[in-house]
Nanobody, 124 residues
């Protein structure tokens, strides 16, 4: 079984930065496509970013393009999300997810392994 554990969330002011990390255990991260999703209060889970097995292919949602950067370190079985220029609308619980599919899916239903989430709150 694959397990994912997020960390790095917190409370920051508008314009600040945070770096999230997700450690993959129960298997090497190099065998999985890894993605970040987020879920604001009382809303559906939405796509943020995804990265391929080798880190050479990437995709982002339009709302975070140019502000967020996804990366991975397969030697550490870890995927990161660097978040800059944070806005109040970025406030949400952030989840990492893993897929054995070769495609960079952007829908939550395509991912079968999820972390428990980490809270990110951006004050105005």
């Amino acid at each position: 079984q694959v397990y994912l554990t997020e960390s790095g969330g917190g409370l920051v002011s508008s314009g600040g930065s945070l770096r999230l990390a997700c450690v993959v255990s129960g298997g090497t991260s190099a065998t999985h496509v890894l993605a970040w999703f987020r879920q604001p209060p009382d809303t559906d889970r939405e796509f943020v970013a995804v990265i391929g097995r080798t880190g050479r292919t990437l995709d982002y949602s339009g709302s975070v393009q140019g502000r967020f950067t996804i990366s991975r370190d397969n030697a550490k079985n870890t995927v990161y999300l660097q978040m800059n220029s944070l806005k109040p609308e970025d406030t949400a619980v952030y989840y990492c997810a893993a897929s054995q599919s070769p495609f960079l899916h952007t829908t939550p239903t395509e991912y079968k392994n999820w972390g428990q989430g980490t809270q990110v709150t951006v004050s105005s």
